[in-house]
């Protein structure tokens, strides 16, 4: 590069860094970002502003297609920033509207973005604890408060926190495995011997753990799949049956994976009787409670996860009901000494031989992730803020939305509810008079039907999913601020979607 361009360049790059072109830009973010939060609520817009693919990568396109000015100066940045805050905020999910129920994915409580916003501001990366030593004393913290409210003691658990349920799913199999076959992650797994190593869990559990074991090198064949009772609930008996049956067929499992709660209908399995079996074959118990531990804050519902504490392993995301901002994801394990031993490298670039005490609070040497951003300070600054009572509050004002609108579907003829429902996760079907006598498979078209309608129209966002092969639709009530109205709303809506693709005709 010639010097004169040398010279342009940190003029640019000074003008990217100035502190009073950020301040302006700052302001735009908190003014438009009040006034997204605003206009959620009491007539919200709708939930998801509805679009094809195409159409928003022409418009993502387009930005980034376009010249910049020459010279960028600090009110160029502040009206640029406004205009693409605009774009994403016009066209994105509206997480924080009343009738957004779609997905396990809560609307944050809005002080946590700003805890996110300075961690990535600051890039408070984090591998060992010299490169983020106080956002790693502030994950050590959370984690130290989570596994006492699991019934751990101070002391004798540890834990990690990660990017997402999935990887956290794997890290914890990953430690299961070790147990199993201490020399699995240096000779990798022998299925050519005379046993091959299996998981049991629920054809209800997360898709992720099944990716887990082929990711380990397992496969996907060797996680059995017990069958669920009528309340989709893995049972003891059921358990037992399978590990037999595996005995007999050359299988030795190594870790039985519990739900709390699963995802298709969040039926809760019951842990005290899984960690029987556990213990009786000694196997590895892990439970996937991503989105059901957070009931342990509530007096009224933490019963659900009676046994938990019996785990060797329980992975909880923060960014579901405790209402941070995604990702944020705890791995946490009953005995901290098995938390060292999953993963085994050598790094001296990075992990320091001549100061091993400092191993304790390296994150990098429990975890797949070498670096990884300051993901808990977002629930930190919320538990510092409000205390653990506003994590109460959101479990049973959403679980109750969950029983309000199981009690208005079983009070109109129109709608078929599918379960009773453990917390706010609710499956139910549609049923007009004209499909009163309709088969399962067409009612199952009516369904896809109906909410693909419904999507686009953008009044609500909901899911579907299948239960016993049928399609039903699918609800997440994970907005505290919904009311019974909004759920009325929505009825009002199906029947509204529902009538006009009736008069269309079904395809």
Not at 4 to 20: F, G, I, V
Not at 168 to 192: F, I, M
Not at 380 to 403: M, R
């Amino acid at each position: 590069m010639a010097t004169d361009s040398l010279t342009e360049a940190k003029k640019r790059l000074e003008r990217a860094y100035d502190p009073d072109a950020f301040e302006q830009a700052a302001t735009v973010f908190a003014q438009r970002s009040a006034r997204y939060l605003r206009l959620m609520r009491p007539r919200p817009a709708p939930a998801l502003p509805w679009a094809e693919p195409e159409a928003l990568i022409d418009v993502a396109r387009s930005w980034i297609d376009r010249e910049p000015p020459p010279i960028v100066e600090p009110d160029d940045t502040a009206t640029s920033f406004h205009r693409l805050a605009e774009t994403i905020l016009d066209h994105g999910h509206r997480i924080h509207s009343p009738h957004y129920m779609g997905h396990q994915v809560p609307p944050p409580v809005p002080v946590t973005g700003l805890f996110a916003a300075i961690g990535s501001l600051t890039n408070q990366a984090m591998a060992v604890y010299e490169m983020g030593p106080f956002t790693t004393a502030v994950e050590r913290v959370m984690i130290e408060k989570l596994g006492e409210l699991v019934g751990w003691n101070r002391g004798g658990f540890a834990g990690i926190c990660t990017h997402g349920g999935s990887l956290a799913n794997l890290s914890a199999l990953l430690t299961a495995r070790h147990r199993h076959d201490k020399e699995s992650w240096t000779n990798g797994v022998d299925s050519a011997g005379p046993t091959r190593p299996a998981i049991i869990t629920s054809g209800d559990s997360h898709y992720s753990v099944a990716r887990a074991a082929g990711v380990m090198g397992i496969g996907t064949s060797q996680v059995l799949k017990a069958p669920v009772d009528a309340e989709r609930r893995l049972r003891a008996d059921s358990v037992r049956r399978v590990l037999d049956e595996a005995d007999n067929s050359g299988l030795e499992v190594f870790a039985l994976v519990a739900s709390a709660c699963a995802t298709p209908i969040g039926a809760f399995d019951p842990l005290k009787e899984l960690a029987d079996v556990a213990q009786e074959r000694g196997i590895w118990f892990h439970v996937d409670a991503c989105h059901g531990a957070s009931v342990l804050f509530s007096q009224r519902h933490r019963h659900l996860v009676e046994g938990i504490d019996r785990a060797d392993s329980v992975v909880w995301d923060a960014h579901k009901m405790l209402f941070v901002p995604a990702l944020c994801t705890f791995v946490l394990y009953r005995d901290a000494a098995v938390s060292y031993e999953t993963f085994q490298q050598d790094a001296p670039y990075l992990f320091d031989a001549d100061n091993p005490g400092m191993a304790e609070y390296d994150g990098a040497v429990r975890t797949l992730e070498c670096t990884k951003s300051a993901m808990a300070l977002p629930l930190w600054g919320l538990w510092s803020i409000y205390g653990p009572e506003l994590f109460e509050d959101l479990v049973d004002v959403t679980f109750a939305l969950g029983a309000t609108l199981a009690k208005l579907l079983e009070e109109k003829p129109d709608f078929q509810l599918m379960h009773k429902p453990d917390g706010n996760i609710v499956c139910f079907r549609h049923v007009p008079e004209q499909l009163a006598a309709a088969s399962d498979e067409e009612l199952s078209r009516f369904q896809q039907g109906l909410r693909r309608r419904l999507l686009e129209s953008s009044r609500f966002y909901i899911t579907a999913t299948r239960l016993e092969g049928n399609a039903v639709l699918r609800v997440t009530l994970i907005n505290p601020l919904t009311e019974r109205d909004h759920l009325e709303g929505l009825l009002d809506a199906l029947r509204e979607e529902g009538g006009a693709l009736l008069t269309e005709g079904v395809e």
